[in-house]
């Protein structure tokens, strides 16, 4: 047994302090999960004892503790003069001969496993890396691609020096831990060829919104630097584990990326910078780029690698403990592998059940865009850093600007009032620490270098989706805090509308019942960008349409596939922030105005005198210039809840003015495989035209709920155009008439037994209306999310005044 190497199978999660986290790490996976499916690489540690060993030998103690004792850690200048200094104590380091000796018999070993040729990765594992509270991510140095004895020994020494690095003494300083007490450990394991494969993280929650029913999966081509780094923008995948682990096997959403760079092994020393010696970056090929770079195949086991991880260290640790992983797929055998793990650090150690929501009360001009880190918002004035050696003239509360952050930044990263960076995704070393520190961040923004000056006040805001968004000028905005421990349940339902599948992570902490209205059009619009039969018929659209057609296609298998794909992963992803509580989804209701700004759409587009009460909702989906196109929508429909797995999905027909016209989408939906009642399936119907409500005896025969829509019912009761601003005046949702309309409605609903809900604007703009709703004894109301808290705090109020 050597006192200086351990190899994976001899150490487990417990000898943190002997190997360091990611030493650990490896061995728990790999002595507990090889056996269930999960590929780890074999290896062995370089101890904590190693590297005492060194530092004693070489009477190093005395040297760092005069270098290092008087250090001021947020003096950057400082901090470089002496972490430059260590370091250069370590580099003078000899290693003992029984060390270096050890060491390179471990590796014949390892040779005599994977064959001669095998190259090695090695890697820092610092003995207080990986706790909960402090990720280390990239603190310490890792090298690749290391395939001789003279190589190894170099880069183990370069590991240790490493534990000096600017960033690594100032995370020391920030998380409390001694400069000196902290040994520096070095993983030892057979490389994974993703440099002719692929490779990223993933981790067993949403990393911004903390939301745990998901696996998030990054991906990029060639070594998973670039990915770690933020230098590109990679590919992403979700994979809802709910209905994983009920057996269906689907991605959930997924991103293309743009992938820019692959980095890959050469042959030649980069000597400007040894952190990426022995690899080099290529430009990726436009096919390449326009392609995911994993197939669903391959995300599928990633997602059963990271549900078994979390089960696993969540068993260990007796409670849940979402996991931070590192992935890599070796292309020369075409398998994929676990290379790291680690305890998140962020959204799973939020403590206590307050709900805190940013939002912006203005709006102004929209300067840049990229990738949303957290969900709150920041402003200041804009400090464009070129290079580290301009970190110095950082002032606290900017906005710090910059092509790409590295770790070393970090100590003026966390005075910032936030970050913007032009490169990068949302698991890079900017969104890691923005994350750690609390502080709002947008990645990936191509721009912001170009588009922002310095000295511009600008305002950062998280707070609206995925998409960060960065504007003009200092915004108004404002925090709401509620304490849920303290909020009731009515009796009547509270459900939510939405239709943004990217605003669906950040809303699934809200305390609803389920979401009473998904719109689909918002997905159409943002997301698939085309008519349904332009893309069904590309041959009728013009040369220009038709070019961007196959650019939006470009990822998928044909345009069929991307339209189908895109609204079942759109309209999942809402579903799945409620599950397994209802989600009634509309079917398409846009106006022929509105579908004819989709690419392609004025071929197929009448012109309407009145869109408003023109050819839109039910009438569409039977008729011939649209019946294609309501079958892709079914197609979609159909895979979200037989593919995806979410049978909580119910679908609900939209502006059906006859009892006829109703029956016959029925069974059109039946022909298109989505047959009522089969799986649970339920359709509703909107009660939005008078007739609905007139005849609600009649299509109570045909639809299992009414959902009232009480901005067309008013409309149309008062002969009122929503649009026109001179009669705007008359349009009122409180008018007597218009609630005599709702009161039949739900009495209808009530003596027919059918669900009835509301999902119109008039609740969450008038309590009054609320309050009329719920005497009348309605089953559910849905309001916009921002309504919600509120809605629930007076209609459980309201309900103990009526006595229930």
């Not at 676990?338 to 962020?346: C, L, N």
């Amino acid at each position: 047994m050597s006192q200086y190497i351990k190899w994976f199978e001899e150490i487990g999660i417990e000898d943190v302090p002997e190997v360091g986290g990611k030493n650990a790490s490896l061995g728990e996976m790999y002595r507990n999960l090889t056996d269930e499916g999960v590929r780890v690489p074999n290896g062995f540690a370089i101890t904590a004892n190693a590297y005492r060993h060194v530092l004693d030998e070489n009477d190093a103690w005395t040297k760092l503790h005069a270098t290092l004792d008087e250090l001021s850690p947020d003096d950057v200048k400082d901090l470089q003069a002496r972490g430059a200094k260590a370091r250069a104590i370590i580099d003078a380091c000899e290693l003992p001969k029984d060390l270096e000796t050890d060491i390179l018999a471990q590796y014949a070993k390892l040779k005599t496993i994977y064959g001669g040729d095998v190259s090695l990765a090695v890697r820092s594992s610092a003995t207080a890396e990986d706790s909960p509270e402090a990720s280390f991510a990239g603190q310490n140095d890792t090298y690749l691609n290391i395939s001789s004895e003279a190589a190894l020994l170099d880069a183990y020494k370069r590991c240790l020096a490493s534990n000096f690095t600017d960033r690594s003494i100032h995370y020391k300083y920030d998380n409390h831990f001694d400069y000196y007490k902290v040994y520096l450990c070095v993983v030892v394991m057979k490389m994974v060829r993703s440099d002719k494969g692929a490779s990223g993280v993933m981790f067993s929650l949403d990393t911004e919104t903390g939301f745990r029913d998901v696996v998030f999966i990054n991906a990029a081509y060639g070594l998973g630097e670039n990915v770690v780094q933020g230098t590109i923008d990679p590919d992403s995948f979700y994979v809802h584990k709910p209905t994983y682990q009920k057996g269906f096997q689907a991605v959930l959403k997924r991103r293309l990326g743009s992938k820019q760079k692959k980095m890959v092994f050469t042959d030649t020393i980069n000597t400007d910078n040894i952190a990426v010696e022995y690899t080099r970056n290529l430009d990726t090929a436009p096919e390449q780029q326009q392609h995911f770079c994993i197939s669903d195949d391959d995300v599928m086991v990633l997602a059963d690698y990271a549900i078994k991880v979390e089960h696993h260290y969540s068993q260990k640790a007796g409670f849940n403990k979402p996991m931070d992983m590192e992935w890599a797929k070796d292309g020369i055998d075409g398998q994929l592998y676990m290379v790291q793990a680690r305890p998140e650090t962020v959204e799973s150690q939020r403590k206590g059940n307050i709900l805190k929501f940013y939002h912006l009360q203005q709006r102004s001009k929209l300067l840049a865009q990229g990738r949303a880190v957290g969900t709150r918002i920041g402003a200041g004035r804009a400090h464009i850093i070129k290079d580290a050696s301009h970190l110095s003239d950082f002032k606290p509360g900017e906005v710090l600007v910059a092509d790409t952050t590295t770790p070393d930044w970090e100590p003026v990263m966390k005075t910032a009032a936030a970050i913007v960076t032009n490169r990068g995704g949302r698991t890079c070393h900017a969104a890691i620490v923005s994350r750690e520190l609390g502080i709002p961040a947008v990645v990936g923004t191509d721009d912001a270098t170009e588009v922002l000056n310095n000295g511009d006040e600008i305002t950062v805001s998280c707070a609206e989706g995925e998409n960060g968004n960065i504007y003009a000028g200092i915004l108004d905005y404002t925090v709401t805090e509620t304490d849920l421990g303290n909020l009731a349940q009515p009796k009547t339902d509270i459900m939510m509308n939405l239709g943004n599948p990217d605003q669906a992570f950040s809303l699934a902490s809200l305390p609803v019942d389920g979401i009473g209205l998904a719109r689909m059009e918002f997905i159409i619009n943002e997301y698939i960008k085309a008519h349904p039969m332009a893309l069904l018929h590309p041959d009728k659209v013009d040369a220009e349409s038709r070019a961007a057609l196959e650019k939006l296609t470009a990822a998928y298998a044909d345009p069929r596939d991307f339209f189908i794909k895109t609204l079942s992963e759109g309209v999942a992803t809402i579903a799945a922030s409620v599950y397994p509580k209802p989600c009634v989804v509309r079917m398409s209701d846009f106006k022929t105005n509105e579908y004819a700004t989709l690419l392609g759409g004025q071929v197929f587009e009448p012109v309407d005198d009145n869109p408003m009460i023109g050819f839109r909702g039910a009438s569409r989906y039977t008729h011939p210039n649209y019946a294609e196109g309501f079958a892709l929508e079914c197609a979609a429909m159909k895979r979200v809840r037989e593919v995806i797995g979410m049978d909580n999905v119910i679908l609900m027909i939209p502006f059906c003015r006859r009892v006829e016209e109703g029956k016959r989408v029925i069974d059109a939906m039946a022909q298109h495989g989505l047959r009522q009642g089969e799986n649970g399936l339920k359709i509703y119907v909107m009660c939005e035209i008078p007739n609905n409500v007139v005849q609600i005896d009649e299509f109570s025969n045909v639809f299992d709920g009414f959902s009232i829509g009480s901005n067309d019912l008013t409309q149309l009761t008062l002969g009122v155009d929503r649009d026109s601003e001179i009669v705007a005046i008359d349009y009122d949702e409180r008018d007597p008439g218009v609630l005599r309309m709702i009161q039949w409605a739900v009495e209808g609903c009530q003596r027919n037994q059918r669900h009835s809900g509301i999902c119109g604007q008039a609740p969450s703009d008038y309590p009054e209306v609320a309050e009329f709703l719920v005497k009348l004894g309605i089953d559910s109301i849905s309001l916009n999310p921002d309504s919600v808290l509120k809605t629930i705090q007076d209609i459980d109020q309201l309900e103990a005044n009526l006595g229930r």
